[in-house]
């Protein structure tokens, strides 16, 4: 690895300070308070005869002859510090030349305010516990180029302090989320990540390779047929948050690798679930945020219940003056497309069309929260069909700012008719589609024994966090996304 001017400099500097018999990376810190702890007794007027010790990073550093100036910052805030030349001696003071933007130091003293009003430590004693060898970015005023955003994310932390309150704020939803969901008396579990037969989405799956078993696995694409397995052993209210990953492209809101929460709870349905998610994400906002108004791309938003409710039918046909519904076949429903003007990539399939024709032209408008329910039977493999209309299902899926976040069922539970849904995927992938669901024989096995009427949902949380924070790329919240590599 070869080294640049700038840290070959601080390598010398750091060989000096180990020449001096100082070790440059102490294996302890002793810190009474953290830097927003240290302000806050300050300011409530109860820090006298009190000495802080306080740890954190160098940010700033202005030498002044006898006396120095500096910044020190942890994660909860800054606080200047102050050094003379007087107060720590000669050789101590001199010490000073070795340090660099970047170190970590303890420091130990009282606080005082300076003439300008600035809460300031006096050092009376300091401790270097980290030499920086590589130099932040460049005057610690902010570190604009996304790709090094991305590939380096600690520099993105340390340069730019929005990044680390979007995933503070996105932690804080997962932690409001189980809290609801725990209240309501869900069971948080754990399922495989390694499966042997991938299922639940229409995606392609990730391939790996067990060597001890010889046997060729797949890393999950969705956690539903697990956890309804839960439902049919007895446990009545079931979820988990934790990763999925599917073999697809990368854009603004899909990223291969991805958080999701799903929850399954018997003897209820999707009209049940709906109220539930509306409920959740409000909470889930007001946790957070302290608020159920949020701004999406400048458009104000409000996320309290109730939500807008309508059918894809209607949805569709207010938006583009097409009735899916009395075009019911693919070359009716291609010829209604064609003569309203719009022009969408061809399907192979009526369903699949509806499916393409809404995404194009109606979920982009979708910016206030609203739930569209009835979905066409062939894009909802696990959804009981609708009473009254077999072409469609009991599905909903929820959108705000144009994007799903939450995607339900009332979930099917009658095992013959599932059967004859995966027959169908595998007719469909023997034609060519990759991403239809194979056939999962354990899981009929498991529904054969019983389960529950049941409601089901999907939740993602990246895009939740996405409308949270107000950012227009799944990569601005997630902290490590994936990226091509270079070269």
């Not at 306080?54 to 002044?64: E, I, N, P, S, V």
């Not at 899909?254 to 209820?268: C, D, I, K, L, Q």
């Amino acid at each position: 690895m070869e080294f640049d001017e700038l840290t070959q400099g601080r390598i010398r500097k750091l060989e000096r300070i180990r020449q001096s018999g100082v070790e440059p990376y102490p294996p302890r810190v002793k810190r009474s308070h953290s830097i927003m702890e240290a302000r806050g007794l300050f300011e409530a007027d109860a820090a006298d005869g009190i000495s802080f010790s306080l740890a954190g990073r160098l940010t700033a550093f202005r030498g002044m002859g006898k006396a120095s100036f500096g910044d020190l910052r942890d994660s909860t805030g800054r606080i200047q510090i102050y050094l003379k030349k007087d107060e720590l001696g000669e050789e101590r003071y001199s010490f000073l030349e070795n340090l660099d933007l970047g170190d970590f130091l303890q420091v130990t003293g009282p606080l005082f305010r300076t003439r300008t009003g600035e809460i300031t430590l006096q050092v009376q004693d300091f401790v270097l516990l980290t030499k920086s060898l590589a130099p932040l970015p460049e005057k610690w005023h902010g570190l604009r180029d996304v790709e090094i955003r991305y590939r380096q994310r600690y520099l993105d932390l340390l340069a730019n302090p929005e990044v680390g309150r979007n995933f503070r704020i996105r932690s804080s939803a997962i932690t409001a989320m189980r809290r609801f969901l725990d209240r309501r008396g869900f069971l948080e579990v754990e399922t495989p990540i390694l499966q042997p037969l991938y299922g639940g989405a229409a995606a392609r799956p990730f391939v790996t390779h067990h060597n001890a078993l010889d046997q060729d696995f797949y890393l999950r694409i969705a956690t539903e047929l697990y956890l309804k397995r839960l439902i049919v052993g007895g446990i009545d209210k079931v979820y988990e948050i934790g990763k999925n990953f599917r073999n697809e492209g990368i854009d603004a809101e899909h990223n291969p690798e991805f958080t999701a929460m799903e929850s399954y709870e018997a003897y209820a349905d999707y009209f049940d679930v709906m109220s539930m998610v509306e409920e959740m994400v409000a909470f889930i906002a007001q946790e957070a945020l302290g608020t159920t108004e949020i701004s999406w791309q400048d458009s104000p938003i409000s996320l309290k219940p109730p939500w807008r409710r309508v059918t894809m039918r209607q949805a569709i046909l207010e938006h583009t003056g097409v009735d899916i519904l009395a075009a019911g076949s693919l070359e009716q429903l291609r010829s209604e497309i064609t003569a309203k003007g719009i022009r969408l990539d061809a399907k192979p399939t009526w369903a699949k069309t509806v499916d393409e024709l809404f995404g194009e032209e109606v979920q982009p408008a979708l910016v206030e929260p609203t739930f569209v329910m009835e979905y066409p039977l062939e894009l909802s493999p696990f959804a009981k069909r609708k009473p009254g209309d077999p072409r469609l299902v009991e599905r909903f899926e929820g959108f705000i700012g144009g994007l799903e976040v939450a995607n339900a069922f009332t979930e099917l539970n009658d095992p013959l008719d599932q059967l004859e849904r995966f027959q169908e995927q595998v007719r469909q992938r023997a034609a060519g589609d990759e991403e239809t669901q194979p056939y999962d024989e354990d899981f009929i096995t498991a529904l054969m024994h019983g389960m529950p009427p049941t409601g089901g949902l999907g939740m993602g949380i990246d895009r939740l966090a996405m409308l949270l924070t107000g950012q227009s790329s799944i990569r601005e919240v997630i902290l490590f996304p994936q990226l091509r590599n270079l070269g």
